[in-house]
């Protein structure tokens, strides 16, 4: 079992509407989650932290449940700004160093005028 | 505000070539990175630095050396380059490893090995 997993889409949705993403990770011990947001040919960038109460920023909401060990990120009023890959990143221990980040595959969203 | 710079962007190189990956960071951070990205896998850490003169072994760090001599620069070498290292390469940084810290990465680096 991959330590993050993602639906690799493409999720096609139209302006305006509604869409989520999961993804399940396999280390219980994981403290830390991120959602990055990658556009085509370019770096990642980090798009929100992903806390146990859950948070929200603008259009975006983050939730997080440890018990099923997922978490989720809804775009709201989705823009075709918003056409991009959204990487699931979940803080794993390794080798006794902080701050290992394990990255998913990655989730493509287009938005169709 | 150049934040993480890579060179080169681009580069083919031929089986058994060596070359090596230049970072630099102007952010005064601890930590640096250099991860690849391979269609279909989520981006993979190679070697990282905790800070100047240190270096550790990532998840996938067979074929290539690391250095960093100062705290701005990290360098990515491919002693003998092989056609499986064909990849996007991307180094970042962060402030401290404390595993809540945002990552700033470069632009990235194609590299072709034919």
């Given at each position: 079992r991959k330590e993050v997993e993602q639906d690799p889409g493409p999720f096609n949705v139209p302006e305006?509407?509604?869409?989520a993403f999961n993804c399940t990770y396999s280390n219980s011990a994981s403290q830390s989650f991120f959602w990055y947001r990658?556009?085509?040919r370019k770096e990642p960038k980090l798009l929100m932290s992903v806390y146990?109460?859950?948070n929200e920023d603008g259009r975006f909401t983050a939730q997080l449940n440890r018990a099923s060990q997922y978490i989720s990120l809804l775009i709201r009023d989705s823009k075709l700004s918003d056409s991009a890959t959204y990487l699931c990143v979940v803080n794993?221990?390794?080798?006794?160093?902080?701050?290992?980040?394990?990255?998913?595959?990655?989730?493509?969203?287009?938005v169709q005028p | 505000n150049a934040g993480v710079t890579q060179t080169p962007k681009f580069r083919v190189?031929?089986?058994?070539?060596?070359?090596?990956?230049?970072?630099a960071q102007d952010m005064n951070h601890e930590y640096m990175y250099w991860y690849r990205q391979d269609p279909g896998m989520g981006l993979r850490l190679i070697h990282y630095s905790v800070g100047e003169?240190?270096?550790?072994?990532?998840?996938?760090?067979?074929?290539?050396?690391?250095?960093?001599?100062?705290k701005q620069n990290f360098l990515l070498g491919l002693e003998s380059a092989?056609?499986?290292q064909t990849s996007v390469y991307f180094c970042a940084s962060s402030p401290a490893g404390t595993g809540d810290e945002k990552l700033f990465f470069g632009s990235g680096t194609q590299l072709s090995v034919l």
């Amino acid at each position: 079992r991959k330590e993050v997993e993602q639906d690799p889409g493409p999720f096609n949705v139209p302006e305006g509407a509604t869409v989520a993403f999961n993804c399940t990770y396999s280390n219980s011990a994981s403290q830390s989650f991120f959602w990055y947001r990658q556009d085509c040919r370019k770096e990642p960038k980090l798009l929100m932290s992903v806390y146990s109460s859950g948070n929200e920023d603008g259009r975006f909401t983050a939730q997080l449940n440890r018990a099923s060990q997922y978490i989720s990120l809804l775009i709201r009023d989705s823009k075709l700004s918003d056409s991009a890959t959204y990487l699931c990143v979940v803080n794993i221990e390794y080798g006794g160093a902080t701050n290992k980040l394990i990255f998913g595959t990655g989730t493509l969203l287009a938005v169709q005028p | 505000n150049a934040g993480v710079t890579q060179t080169p962007k681009f580069r083919v190189l031929k089986t058994g070539q060596s070359m090596t990956l230049l970072c630099a960071q102007d952010m005064n951070h601890e930590y640096m990175y250099w991860y690849r990205q391979d269609p279909g896998m989520g981006l993979r850490l190679i070697h990282y630095s905790v800070g100047e003169g240190t270096t550790a072994k990532g998840e996938v760090p067979d074929g290539y050396n690391v250095s960093r001599l100062k705290k701005q620069n990290f360098l990515l070498g491919l002693e003998s380059a092989a056609p499986s290292q064909t990849s996007v390469y991307f180094c970042a940084s962060s402030p401290a490893g404390t595993g809540d810290e945002k990552l700033f990465f470069g632009s990235g680096t194609q590299l072709s090995v034919l």
